[in-house]
Structure formats: C-alpha cells, structure tokens
C-alpha cells in the first residue's frame, strides 16, 4: 500500500507533551518527513530523516519510528504549535511521494 | 537563501490546461527534484509529481493521465500543466524542493516550498 494514515485531530493541554504518528508501509524502508502547516501559510519542514531538525526548527519537536509507524512528538506544546501537522515518504516503490491526510493539532 | 515563487493564472476554466511556473531565486536548480503540490479547500495535502533537474519526471498515479511536469534550467523553472480540469482541481498549488537527506535514498523531505497560489477553475 502507498498511503500514509494520520488520525486527524488530536489535542494537547498547554506545555503538555503530545505523540502525532503516521502509519504506513512505506515506512518501513523511508523515513518520514514531518511538516507544519498553519493557515494561510505554506507547509513548514519540521523533521526529516531519523530525527532531525532543520535550522529554526525548535528542540521540542522529535521523531522516531517503528516499524511501520513514524511519530512525531511534542514535548511541552505552545499555543503556536496549533496547526495542521503532515506526514510524507517515498512510496515503496521509491518513486512516488505520498502525504498522509494531515492531523488538526489543538493546544488547549 | 533559496526562495520559490509560483506565477500562473488564478481562473482556469473546465476543460481548459491549467499552466503554472514555479521560479527558483537565491540557488541552482541543479541536483534537486522539485515538486509540484496542491491542497483543495477544506482537504490535505496532494502530490501531483515532480521533476529531476535533468529531466527525469513522476506523476501521481491518478492524476498522470493528465498531468505534465517540465524544467528550464536556463531559467531557473519549473512547470507544470495540468490539462482537461474540473472543479475538483481547484486549489491552492505549490511548488518545492525535495532534497535527498540520507546516503543511500531512504529520507526525502521537501525543504523549501513556495508561498502556494490558488487556482480556481469555473466558467
């Protein structure tokens, strides 16, 4: 299967730490790449790779996988993190590029 | 610092090609692929397919039938043309980077993205 599965909502209190996964079997031979997208804006790289960070991302967001399943996790979650969170991969033929369908985060 | 900026009309009507360019400022657009993707009103994010510097192109599947990805690397562009669109092929599009981060092939990501332009197909 190509697809990547999110659930689409979660929430997280204020400085609570909250786990976003992706499932898919792709995942098994890519790392997923993780991308934070607030309204009006264009999609932001958040992580890539096994964990990592670009510059000006902060150290609060981390990822991880297993198996099948990549997380991306929130550790002390700002009111600012509130946004549309995508997953994407290769597919497992390597030659196409899959999104999941994007998880709503609210920080209450 | 890279920077994309997608140009291209905002009305397209049913039937018609929808023909969008993306220009790449700040960096070479060799040795990348580069991406188109859109986003439909209240749905994610949608990859339509992308392009090696030298050429080499993938489509999605469902939407290849339809879709054509090219490069100029005289210009610094990338285009895209989507022909025979719907309703359903209102969006807002991006184009991106998508850089390989891992020797090896195994993490993609698409680092810098254009601010995105929306597209509205009706008559």
């Known amino acids: 299967s190509s697809e990547l599965t999110q659930d689409p909502a979660v929430s997280v209190a204020l400085g609570q730490t909250v786990r976003i996964t992706c499932q898919g079997d792709s995942l098994r031979r890519y790392h997923a790449s993780w991308y934070q997208r607030k309204p009006g804006q264009a999609p932001v790289l958040v992580i890539y790779g096994k964990n990592n960070r670009p510059s000006g991302i902060p150290d609060r967001f981390s990822g991880s996988t297993s198996g099948n399943t990549a997380s991306l996790t929130i550790t002390g979650a700002q009111a600012e993190d509130e946004a549309d969170y995508y997953c994407n991969s290769r597919d497992s033929s390597g030659n196409h590029v899959v999104f999941g369908r994007g998880t709503k985060l609210t920080v209450l | 610092q890279v920077q994309l900026q997608e140009s291209g009309p905002g009305l397209v009507k049913p039937s018609e090609t929808l023909s969008l360019t993306c220009t790449v400022s700040g960096g070479s657009i060799s040795n990348y692929y580069w991406s188109w993707i859109r986003q439909p009103p209240g749905k994610g994010l949608e990859w339509i397919g992308n392009?090696?510097?030298?050429?080499?192109?993938n489509y999605s599947p469902s939407l290849k039938s339809r879709v054509t990805i090219s490069v100029d690397t005289s210009k610094n562009q990338f285009s895209l043309k989507l022909s025979s669109v719907t309703a359903a092929d209102t969006a807002v599009y991006y184009c991106?980077?998508?850089?390989?981060?891992?020797?090896?092939?195994?993490?993609?990501?698409?680092?810098?993205w254009g601010q995105g332009t929306t597209v509205t197909v009706s008559s």
């Open positions: 991106a980077r998508e850089v390989v981060f891992c020797s090896g092939g195994s993490c993609y990501g698409m680092d810098v």
């Open positions: 392009i090696y510097y030298s050429g080499s192109t």
